[in-house]
């Protein structure tokens, strides 16, 4: 069965990076790609990005835009999300995704980030 | 900045039909949103229910439908279960990006 599963909890201080895996299995990684959504205590989903597991295409919200990069590591069917220059307001849970056909299907548990000094 | 707007909660009787819209800042919804609906209930992962308008998975019960109506994306469910009791996120697609509504929450009282 389709199964994404996620690194665990992150706890980092203001200005630091974070990177966030995302191990898929039970499908063929390369045919589908990735998106990273976030969500912040008590608040909406937000989406963060896209990578065509593939080529290695990539697409980021304008929000995130220099501070977020999107990976993916075939030979372990592992997907990365780093985000960098972390603030405080960064702290969120951060969820991947499998992108098929313009739907997002099957969802990772989630990965808290916490930043806090 | 694109907007996408959703009411910001409703309430439903059980066994009632209520329906959920979607708004675009940019102008009318289209199939060229590639319109998914989520489902989300406290401390658990999103899960997709509708995705291009109005298609569903296979683990999408039968009483969530999807569609276009007056210029908007909306979700309606009809026979509401409690269990249908949770936040609700449209999602559309614009050249590339993806932008999230801010989310309904579903009372079921």
């Known amino acids: 069965q389709v199964q994404l599963v996620q690194s665990g909890i992150e706890v980092k201080t203001p200005g630091a990076s974070v990177k966030v895996s995302c191990k898929a299995s039970g499908y063929p990684f390369t045919n589908f790609g990735i998106s990273w959504v976030r969500q912040a205590p008590g608040q909406g989903l937000e989406w963060m990005g896209w990578?065509?597991?593939?080529?290695?295409?990539?697409n980021y919200a304008q929000n995130f835009q220099g501070r977020v990069t999107v990976t993916t590591d075939t030979s372990t069917s592992t997907a990365y999300m780093e985000l960098r220059s972390l603030r405080s307001d960064d702290t969120a849970l951060y969820y991947c995704?499998?992108?098929?056909?313009?739907?997002?299907?099957?969802w990772g548990q989630g990965t808290l980030v916490a930043v806090s000094s | 900045q694109t907007v996408v707007t959703q009411e910001p909660s409703l309430t439903v009787s059980p066994g009632g039909t209520v329906t959920l819209t979607c708004a675009s800042s940019t102008g009318a919804v289209t199939s060229g949103h590639y319109v998914n609906w989520f489902q989300q209930k406290p401390g658990q992962a999103p899960r997709s229910l509708i995705y291009h308008i109005t298609n569903k998975h296979s683990w999408t019960p039968a009483r969530f439908s999807g569609s276009l109506l007056g210029g908007k994306a909306a979700l309606t469910l009809s026979g509401v279960q409690p269990e249908d009791e949770a936040d609700y996120y449209c999602l559309l697609y614009f050249s590339h990006t993806w932008v999230y509504g801010g989310g309904t929450k579903l009372t079921v009282l």
């Open positions: 990578i065509n597991s593939h080529s290695g295409h990539t």
């Open positions: 995704a499998r992108d098929w056909d313009y739907s997002f299907d099957f």
